[in-house]
């Protein structure tokens, strides 16, 4: 099979989903990975050059059989995104350990693992990983301890792959989206926060996927053929300012 192929995790749904599809016009084909099977299922129907997969990011096991099926069908691959995420927004002292665990296992030990498990074949096509961090990543607030932690740490991963796997011509960058009104995120932002997004950025509104997923694939597309351990924040221009969020 010619064509580029890559890997979005949470495809599902959300920003994995419109990753998809730009990267589908762009002409790659797409192995759609996520862990919710039935959405999946549905999305991977409505698109041509599209391979599903369920798979749980947090384990080695099934993370192995996505690369190994992916390569497969393909015969290689040149992308991963690490995309697939949750979210959990609570005081300190009402953040079980069961969650924490939780948000650190699908938010940071998923892109460990899936980047882990790709090299091999990455390594043969000199590819390119993209992780989706947030803006809770890069700057602290109230009720975000387990997720904006786990997506700290999605950020300094990024740096360390791309500082080690550079000289394999592999290039990691990293997203960390504002607000977009997807599945995930409205679970979590209360009408005070909303609030809060609209005044503290400066485009005053949420994103839409595709405004993250467009950034995602230049990042992962030859263009950016020379950046690499990049942290680009997508975010209307939250991150360049000091205002704070509750
Ligand atoms: P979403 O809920 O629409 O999509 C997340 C997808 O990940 C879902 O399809 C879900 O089934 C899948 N998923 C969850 N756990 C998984 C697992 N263990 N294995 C495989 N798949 C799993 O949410 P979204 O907003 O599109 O989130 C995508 C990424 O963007 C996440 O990493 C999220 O943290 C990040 N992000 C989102 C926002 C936002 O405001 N929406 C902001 C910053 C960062």
Known sequence: MQGKCAIVTGAA????????????????????ADIDTEELEDAAAARDGVLAITVD?????DVRRMVDRTTGWAGRLDGLVNNAGVANFAPVEQTSFETWREIMSTNLDGPFLCTQAALPALKETCGAVVNIASISGLRASTLRVAYGTSKAGVVHLSRQHAAELGEYGIRVNCVCPGPVRTKLAMAVHTQEIIDAYHDAIPLNRYGTEREIAEVVAFLLSEKASYVTGQILAADGGFESTGVGLP
């Not at 994995?16 to 084909?29: C, F, I, P, Q, Y």
């Not at 990011?57 to 096991?61: F, G, M």
Request: proline fraction near 4%; aromatic fraction near 4%.
């Open 57 to 61: 990011v947090s384990d080695p096991d």
């Open 13 to 32: 749904r959300g920003i994995g989903l419109a990753t998809t599809d730009v990267l589908l016009e762009m002409g790659w084909r797409i192995a759609m």
